[in-house]
């Protein structure tokens, strides 16, 4: 009985991890194609609603799930509604687009966890905190050397930081 306890945690954490690393690489690497085609016509807009989606994705392939069910992968899509503003507000002041990314990982949990009854809305919305201080944390630690040589060097490796956390953070909420 205490053999079959242990090996059940000890799976519950591998997978967690899993989930995590899955999440976390899949909203990393969209952050980057992002921040590195911000200056093309629509692409920014597609990669701002994928953001949303990206942690689903890597939640769906670290389970083996993929493809199963589509609605978590498009209410990230719409949670992430509100990060596109930013984007097309004409004239906007440069803060208002990091300003609409924080919000939108506010309004991004309320919206999963109202479209998807197998995701905790309490949770979602405690690990989308938690991610977004820790991803504040991460780029603070990971790129800080970097800040003063280059003053925009550190935006690809800071958003893919900083995403790639709320992405593992996020995913982790979605999990049992």
């Known amino acids: 009985m205490i053999l079959l306890t242990a090996t059940t945690a000890m799976e ?5 991890w899993k989930v995590a690393l899955f ?4 909203t990393a690497i969209v952050a980057a194609l992002l921040v590195s085609l911000v200056n093309t016509p629509v692409l920014p807009a597609l990669l ?8 689903v994705v890597g939640f769906d392939l670290a ?14 899509l719409i ?10 507000m004409p004239g906007a002041a440069p803060i208002m687009v990091p300003l609409l990314g924080i919000l939108s990982m506010i ?3 309320i919206v999963v966890g109202a479209m998807v009854q197998a995701f905790s809305l309490g949770r979602l919305f405690l690990w989308s905190l938690i991610g977004l201080v820790l991803g504040v944390v991460a780029v603070l630690v990971v790129v800080a050397p970097t800040l003063g040589q280059d003053p925009y060097g550190w935006l690809t490796p800071g958003a893919m930081v900083f995403w790639g956390v ?7 909420g979605m999990g049992r």
Request: hydrophobic share 60%; net charge positive.
């Open 12 to 16: 519950t954490s591998t997978r967690k």
């Open 23 to 26: 999440a976390g690489v899949a």
């Open 48 to 55: 701002g609603l994928l953001l949303g989606a990206a942690p």
């Open 63 to 76: 389970r083996g799930a993929f493809g199963r069910s589509w609605r978590p992968v498009v209410a990230g």
């Open 79 to 88: 949670g992430n509604v509100l990060f596109l503003a930013a984007l097309f």
């Open 107 to 109: 309004l991004w949990p």
């Open 166 to 172: 709320w992405g593992a953070a996020v995913a982790i």
